[in-house]
């Protein structure tokens, strides 16, 4: 079973925009991670936030966490048509073997 | 290498044919994930080696499933008897640990026909 949800499942936006999408899990986590997939090959590592840290940035990548709701967000400020790809998240926790689960992804489409 | 490699990039495949997928990854990357996703699907977890602890089998769908890595370097994932429900496109991922970002290789993208 996924241990984390994303939301929504899709997004279409204009460029210049910001993107939002959360992501929700079940259970006590050590780490969360963010993830970029274009072309349905490779993942990308964005951004990592531990159990311990509510907000972090890199670049036009902003991502909060909330331990007490089990959820997190990403945010991409101004997007571009490069952002076009679908974004996942992924935990892993001491309870479930501390193994990387991911949950199902949200495309974004990002128009010129 | 520079990076996460898997071979072969496609694999067609009859029904019923045992095929062996291979993954170098990251050179001194103790952890190393493998995962199957399906056309416009999440990563479904299949197995996951850190070190020289035993390794989680626990996302395997069956029995027809194995992987081995050989001297923390180098893996193998196993699938035999091949069935077309078995068709996805399977991904590796190495890193240094929990608390450090995965790196993926492309992918082998395998096809049973």
């Known amino acids: 079973s996924q241990q984390g949800e994303e939301d929504p499942q899709a997004l279409s936006i204009q460029e210049g925009e910001n993107a939002t999408m959360n992501c929700s899990y079940k259970t006590s986590i050590n780490n969360l991670q963010w993830y970029r997939q274009n072309s349905g090959r490779g993942l990308v590592h964005l951004i990592l936030?531990?159990?311990?840290?509510r907000e972090k940035h890199s670049g036009r990548l902003r991502v909060t966490l909330d331990t007490s709701k089990k959820s997190s967000s990403l945010l991409i400020t101004a997007s571009r048509a490069a952002d076009t790809a679908s974004y996942f998240c992924a935990t892993d926790a001491w309870a479930a073997g501390n193994k990387l689960t991911f949950g199902g992804g949200t495309r974004v489409l990002v128009k010129p | 290498g520079a990076g996460v490699s898997q071979s072969p990039s496609n694999k067609v495949t009859e029904k019923g044919k045992d095929v062996e997928l291979r993954c170098d990854p990251i050179?001194?990357?103790?952890?190393l994930y493998w995962y199957r996703q399906s056309l416009g699907q999440g990563l479904e977890f299949l197995i996951y080696f850190q070190g020289n602890s035993a390794p989680d089998k626990s996302g395997l769908p069956s029995d027809r499933f194995s992987a081995e890595r050989t001297g923390g370097s180098v893996s193998t994932l196993t699938i035999q008897r091949t069935q077309q429900e078995d068709s996805a496109v399977y991904l590796c991922?190495?890193?240094?640990?929990?608390?450090?970002?995965?790196?993926f290789g492309q992918g082998t993208r395998l096809t049973v026909v």
């Open positions: 936030i531990r159990s311990n840290e």
């Open positions: 991922a190495s890193s240094l640990g929990i608390d450090r970002g995965a790196f």
């Open positions: 050179s001194g990357h103790t952890a």
